[in-house]
């Protein structure tokens, strides 16, 4: 069966340092692979997507950025954290076409 | 570009009860899918149900089934003999050429 791991699972950090969140996937091939942003109390924020290696979409200009080096792995980056950054992080996959997606647990972000 | 609305941001319902949450959609795609989502206090996003947009049978998982009106570009969700653990933040979502969420709903369960 398919899983889906996001790390950390919490994370504090101090305005203007970088970050770097991993999200892989087990158990498929060649996923569609979905990073959104949550803030507290409200619905998802699509930020990327990706239909292969070195495949990346963005669907909001921000302060972020994401990369797919590996087939079933997805990085959400940035070079200098904002305050407004703060937010719970998903990690999605998909198989190809319009499926299912399946989350991970997510990576709550602070930025002081 | 798809919208997905959910009209109700909060409702509650009494244990055992049956409760429908609502969700209507905008689109021009004739092919696509629906799905409802449910987001406990642990914030992991868990399938609840999915409805192929082709098929005029209504999906059903156990107490959850939806009443799906393409024609109106409805699709609501209702639960049966509830439970606490039903608690949670209930999202709509569109698959076409985008996947869509709406806001949400917070559903609370009252003993």
């Known amino acids: 069966s398919q899983t889906i791991h996001q790390w950390p699972a919490t994370l504090v950090q101090p305005v203007g340092s970088p970050l770097s969140l991993e999200c892989t996937v087990e158990?498929?091939?060649?996923?569609?692979l979905y990073w959104y942003r949550q803030a507290a109390g409200r619905g998802l924020q699509l930020l990327f997507y990706?239909?292969?290696?070195?495949?990346i979409s963005s669907e909001v200009p921000q302060n972020l950025s994401a990369s797919r080096p590996q087939d079933r792995q997805f990085i959400l980056s940035s070079k200098k954290l904002l305050l407004s950054d703060s937010g719970f992080y998903l990690c999605?996959?998909?198989?190809?076409?319009?499926?299912?997606?399946?989350f991970g647990p997510g990576t709550r972000l602070l930025v002081l | 570009a798809q919208t997905v609305t959910q009209s109700q941001p909060e409702m509650s319902v009494q244990e055992a009860e049956t409760v429908t949450l609502s969700c209507t959609y905008d689109?021009?795609?004739?092919?696509?899918?629906l799905f409802w989502y449910k987001q406990p206090p642990s914030r992991q996003m868990i399938l609840v149900i999915r409805?192929?947009?082709?098929?005029?049978q209504n999906a059903t998982e156990n107490r959850f089934s939806v009443n799906f009106q393409k024609a109106a570009k409805s699709f609501s969700l209702k639960i049966s003999d509830s439970q606490l653990g039903d608690a949670a933040m209930y999202f709509c979502?569109?698959?076409?050429?985008?996947?869509?969420f709406g806001p949400g709903t917070r559903l609370s369960v009252l003993p």
């Open positions: 999605a996959w998909s198989a190809q076409g319009r499926e299912t997606q399946y």
């Open positions: 158990g498929t091939s060649n996923p569609n």
């Open positions: 990706s239909v292969g290696i070195g495949q």
């Open positions: 689109t021009s795609e004739s092919d696509y899918y």
């Open positions: 409805q192929e947009a082709y098929k005029q």
């Open positions: 979502a569109y698959n076409g050429q985008n996947f869509v």
